[in-house]
């Protein structure tokens, strides 16, 4: 079993910045992508930016240009920089890994972390 922890969520005023960390525990595994999503109050929940175990990454364009994921590969984690905030990036992000372990890939989720951003 793997787990997986986000933390560096809060309140920050629009035009801040925060920086989201994705720490996986257990044992035997591999992470290969690793992913966070956002899920904002009534709304369907949405990616945000991926990577991949290389380093390709990919991100929403709401995005673009504001925020960058990175991981750290000997560590397990992974972060999303957030920079520029504005309201609409108000949600609960979840980070999310595909693991392979025993031959098998499985898609793991943590807890969420809120993110709001004041006007």
């Known amino acids: 079993q793997v787990q997986l922890v986000e933390s560096g969520g809060g309140l920050v005023q629009a035009g801040g910045s925060l920086r989201l960390s994705c720490a996986a525990s257990?044992?035997?595994?591999?992470?290969?992508?690793m992913l966070w999503y956002r899920q904002a109050p009534g709304k369907q929940r949405n990616l945000v930016a991926q990577?991949?175990?290389?380093?390709?990454?990919n991100y929403a364009d709401s995005v673009k240009g504001r925020f960058t994921i990175s991981r750290d590969n000997a560590k397990n984690t992974m972060y999303l920089q957030m920079n520029s905030l504005n309201p609409d990036d108000t949600a609960v992000y979840y980070c999310s890994a595909d693991v392979l372990q025993s031959g098998t890939v499985t898609r793991y989720w943590g807890q969420g972390t809120q993110v709001t951003v004041s006007s």
């Open positions: 257990g044992s035997g595994f591999i992470i290969t992508s």
């Open positions: 990577i991949s175990r290389g380093g390709s990454t």
